[in-house]
C-alpha cells in the first residue's frame, strides 16, 4: 500500500495498518483485548509514539488504542479530510455595531491539523464566518493579527502594542474590541491592559478556549459569540475576561481583568473571579450585570495609554524551609521589585530575614500578597508581620499575587521613587484592590456532604 496513506504512523502502528489494509482517514472497526470501538482513523503527529492508533470515534472524541492490543481491524469506509476552513464573505448589515478583533494567537477559532499536532487558524472574517456564522447577527467584524504567539510568550512587549492597538483603535470609532488570547496567561494580560489602557468609552473583552474547535464540546464558538456580544452592545466599558460560567454553555461569565484567574487545567469554567462576585454575565440575547458599579459605555473617545513596564520584577512563591541565597540571587540579578506570596496573613521564616535587609538595603521594591488567594494581607496581627514591614515590605491587600506582579512592573515603568511605587500600587485603578471581600465572593463548597450534594442534584448538574 502506498506509504502516503499512514500519514504519521511507524512502527508497531504502521504494521498494524499494513497488515489490515486500513489507511488513515478510514472510518474502521477495532476490535481489542479491551473491547470493540469504531471510529476514524487519524493521522498521528510526526514526533508521536510507535504504538497507538488514534481513532476519533462517534463521539467526536479521540482515543488511542495501545497495537498490542488489537485482535482485528477491518476499514469499513473512507474519506480523506479537508483541512481548509470554509470561508464566506463576512456581510455588513446596517446598524450593527463595529466591532474589532485583535489576535495575539490564540486558538479561538482553529482547527487541529493532526499530522501535525499545531493548530490552523481561523481569523479573517471570512474564516470566521465559515466557522461562526452566527457572528454576522451580533455584529460588523473587522479583524488583525498582532501576534502569533502562545500565550505562555506573552509578556509586556505586547502588552504594550496591545495597549497601543487598542488606542488607535478607540480613535478610529471601533465600539468594541475582542483580543483573542490563549487561556493559560489570558488573566496577567488582562491585567495589564487594566492598568495600561484606563478610562475606556468601549468594552475590551479578553476571550479564549479551553477545547480546540474540532471537539463537540468546544467552547470556541460560544465564547466567541458571547464576547462579541459584550464588546458589540454591552454597557461596561472596562477590560473583562468572557469565558464559560458552569461547566455547560447557558452562558458566561464578564470578570474584571485585575480578579480573574484560570483555576482548572481543562474546565470550561475555569475562570473565577477571586474575592468577589463576576461583574456580569452574558448570553446571546445580551449582558446581564452582577455588580451594580461599573464603568459605563460613552460616546467619547477619551482613552488614557499607560504603555509601560519593567522588566526586573518577579514573584517568589514562598515555601517552608526557603533559603536566603534565592532573594540574594535576585538582587544581584538587578531586580527591582519583588512580589513575595507568603503564606497566611502575609509570612515568611526568619532565615530569610537578612536577605529582605540586604533587599531593603539596595532599594528593592517588595510587596506581600498572600498565596490563599482569597482575603487579605494582615502583617500587624503577628511579629513576623511587624518585622517584615520593619525591613521594606508592604502589604498589598487583597491584590491576587500575579495582578501584583504586572502592577508592580507597570508602576516600575514609571517611577523608581519609593513613596511614588508604594501610593501606585495601593491606589486601586480597577477593584484590584478593595475595601472588603463580600460574603459570596468565597464560595469552595466540597462534594460529598448532603447540602452541595441536594444543590448539584436540584439546581446545577
Known sequence: MNEDIFQGYKGEALEILKKYSVRVWGTTKVNTTRGKFEGTVLPRSENDDKSHIVLKIITGY???IDTNTIIDMVETGYKKANYKIPEKEFPFTQ???????LGTGGTIASRLDYRTGAVIPAFSPGELYGAVPELADICNLETEKLFAVFSENMGPEQYKKLAIAIGKEIEN????????????TLSHTAAALTFMVQNSPIPIILVGSQRSSDRPSSDAALNLMHACTAAGHGDIAEVLVCMFGPTSDEYGFLHRGTRVRKMHSSYRSTFRTLGDTPLASVTRNGVIPIKKEYNHRRKDKNVIIKPFFEEKVTIVYYYPNMQPDIIDALVDNGYKGIIIAGTGLGHINKPLY???????????????????LYGFCHMFVYDTG???????????????????????????GQTNDH???????????????TEREPYNGYLVYQGGVAEVEEFIRRVHK
Open 95 to 101: 446598524g450593527l455595531p463595529k466591532v474589532k478583533l
Open 62 to 64: 479521540n482515543i488511542g
Open 354 to 372: 537578612p536577605a529582605i535587609k540586604r533587599a531593603q538595603e539596595k532599594g528593592v521594591h517588595m510587596f506581600m500578597a498572600v498565596q490563599t
Open 386 to 412: 511587624r518585622d517584615l514591614m520593619s525591613m521594606g515590605i508592604i502589604p498589598a491587600a487583597n491584590m491576587l499575587p500575579e495582578t501584583a506582579y504586572i502592577k508592580l512592573g507597570w508602576v516600575l
Open 419 to 433: 513613596e511614588e511605587v508604594k501610593k501606585l500600587m495601593l491606589t486601586p485603578i480597577n477593584d484590584e484592590t
Open 173 to 184: 470609532g471601533t465600539q468594541g474590541i475582542v483580543i483573542g488570547h490563549g487561556t493559560d
